[in-house]
T-cell receptor
Framework: GENVEQHPSTLSVQEGDSAVIKCTYS??????FPWYKQELGKRPQLIID?????GEKKDQRIAVTLNKTAKHFSLHITETQPEDSAVYFC??????????FGTGTSLTVIP | GAGVSQSPRYKVAKRGQDVALRCDPI?????LFWYQQALGQGPEFLTY????????KSGLPSDRFFAERPEGSVSTLKIQRTQQEDSAVYLC????????????FGNGTRLTVT
């Protein structure tokens, strides 16, 4: 089955700086890669996603890149704000409709 | 409803008790997933339904765990003879169709077994 690895597990940045979170996956047939943000005690919420036929997608301060050859994808947050502080999870969806999650990155934005 | 609804929000059970957790997915969503999330960890897959059919239950940790979705809408996750290691947040999620559709999560049920 699919195996998703996520790094780093914790990340602290100064407000206004950029944050990058990286994930790798093992199943080359996986075709959909969502990113979720989870604030303490709340549900994971989709923030951005990318499909396997696209290399990059951007939505305001958030962007995701996908390298299918290397089987890795990354989340980029620019001009970070304190409200970006949360745990971020990457996921990969295989052809069997299963989602596999990374172990999460706890992001702290220091004002 | 507007989103995935789970109840109860919190459940405290004494070891050995049975519990039932309910999930009401977004109307019309075909796929429904149950995940277990331990503190500081990512969601771990438990089971998956497409309509009323349970297509994958490989993540259920033991035969004490049972899930159903009899009419292809509301789902119930049942845990029999709860153990302390069952303490976790149980997340339900639904998606509109197979293929490249995102999961929409509920708020989860925090189960504490004492």
């Amino acid at each position: 089955g699919e195996n998703v690895e996520q790094h780093p597990s914790t990340l602290s940045v100064q407000e206004g700086d950029s944050a990058v979170i990286k994930c790798t996956y093992s199943d080359s047939a996986s075709n959909y890669f969502p990113w979720y943000k989870q604030e303490l005690g709340k549900r994971p919420q989709l923030i951005i996603d990318i499909r396997s036929n696209v290399g990059e997608k951007k939505d305001q301060r958030i962007a995701v890149t996908l390298n299918k050859t290397a089987k890795h994808f990354s989340l980029h947050i620019t001009e970070t704000q304190p409200e970006d502080s949360a745990v971020y999870f990457c996921a990969a969806k295989d052809t069997g409709n299963q989602f596999y999650f990374g172990t999460g990155t706890s992001l702290t934005v220091i004002p | 409803g507007a989103g995935v609804s789970q109840s109860p929000r919190y459940k405290v059970a004494k070891r050995g008790q049975d519990v039932a957790l309910r999930c009401d997915p977004i109307s019309g969503h075909v796929s429904l997933f149950w995940y277990q999330q331990a503190l500081g960890q990512g969601p771990e897959f438990l089971t998956y339904f497409q309509n009323e059919a349970q297509l994958d239950k490989s993540g259920l940790p033991s035969d004490r765990f049972f899930a159903e979705r009899p009419e292809g809408s509301v789902s119930t996750l049942k845990i029999q003879r709860t153990q302390q290691e069952d303490s976790a947040v149980y997340l339900c999620a639904s998606s509109a169709r197979q293929g490249q559709s995102p999961l929409h999560f509920g708020n989860g049920t925090r189960l504490t077994v004492t």
